[in-house]
């Protein structure tokens, strides 16, 4: 237990030899992973050592100033809380002690003044010195000013803070240590580690802040603390589903140390969900750099999954979401809207297949374990062709009416079917598409129209006696141009033509 005079022992962290991981290990851990914390008050004791404390109170160091003061009751709670997210990563345990003479916290936050008002906070890392874990708030700076709620840039400067006293280090250079090993510059930033200073976008676009800040530590925090320490394996280990929605705001990585587990997402507005670790999602309300409280550029991935976890489930929500599973077997679900799942491979690598309605299942030729069932899903992305897979509705539309306007020939064109699919997904209205097609094939009057679809159904051109019963249906306004389109496309003739049973059964290949 350590006192206002002696520091909990410590011990040395080798380098992992992995650059992500050694650009933020400090070289030092508390050799005890069950750490106390407190928080000071006006009777707390101080070490007045030149060496390992904070020398004699006449030296105007931290504790010693007069503008030193407490955390409040609400400060404490948030500090606890961005513990526990620390805590929640990696297997390590913290106590609340209340201080004493003889026993103070491995980590201890109290306020004290530093003249630069843009300085928010600092700390110390792990080392022999009682001044170790100690963190400390500027009274001149925003954290004095501003409740330290999750999302907010104070709560990131808390997180920031506690990972400095729990061994980690800036992952950018040192003048004090030049060989030590740092982040690239696509790394160097607060969307990989809360440990950066640099607030950017995914297209480099620099700002000093970000509207809503990380609440959790991220992709190559978690890598370097659980590296440091371990990792949590008890932390939701079982069957757990992640609940994300239109109107929430996150800007999170998950750490899930097992089980059979959802990421599900409720909302018209589309989201982006990516299952494979190290890599990010986009869900919930858009996240962006900010410079001075201005938005600047496209919106930043805002949902991260850490290395060495395994999400096996992804559900979208009621727009057009983007659901990319991993090399394990997963659950896709698109639930409403024309959604997409993105296989970063080619066709050929794969196989895809109907197994009932609105499911398909998706194997990886070399890989039995990464079998996927999409449920609701219209559109599957390879790196070499796209496959629209809603035969039962818009590429079925797109589809019958290629056969029955422009032949069925023209079904294996591509780029007709890319277009027929665009066309469908903006107007959503089968009648509406069967006009466009007309339009597209410029069949203008009665007599090409009947001609046109009675010849790409039975192979032959349409008597005139075969032509007048459906001449009279369109002159007579019995029924429109759009409404004969679509029961020459819906006849089982035309659907036999284009073997539109067999196109259901692996989707339809298109470019657009």
Known sequence: MPTPLVSSPVTSVNPANINSIDSLVGGKRWLNAAISYSFPDRNSWWSTDEQIGYGAQAGG???WQSETTWLTNKDQVNFEYAL????????????RIFESENAVGDIRAAYTKDPSEFTLAWSYLPSSSVRAGDVWINTLGLLNAQDWNPGTISFETVLHEIGHTLGLKHPFYDSDKPAAAVLPDSQDDITHTLMSYTYRNLQGEKGNEFSF???????LDIAAIQYIYGANTSFHAGNDTYNYSESGTYHETIWDAGGIDTIQYIGAAPASINLNATLSSFVGQPIYAQSNG????????????????????????????????NAVANLLDGNIGIDTVIIPANLAQYSVNKISNQSYRTEEISNANNQDQLNSIERLKFNDVKLALDLDNHAGWVTKLLGAVFGSGLVSNQEYVGIGLLEADNQNDYQLLANYALNAKGLINHEQIVTTLWTNLFGTPPSDAEKSLYL????????STAGLTIIAADSTVNTENINLVGLAQHGIAYIG
């Open 61 to 63: 160091e931290e504790p």
């Open 84 to 95: 526990q997210q620390w805590a929640n990563v990696a297997n390590i345990t913290f106590t």
């Open 213 to 219: 800040h990380p609440t959790t530590p991220m992709v």
């Open 294 to 325: 201005v938005n600047i550029g496209n919106p930043i991935p805002n949902l991260w999954i850490a290395e060495g976890v395994t999400i096996e489930n992804a559900v979208g929500g009621g727009g057009n979401d983007v659901l990319i599973g």
């Open 472 to 479: 009279n249906m369109l002159d007579s306004g019995e029924i």
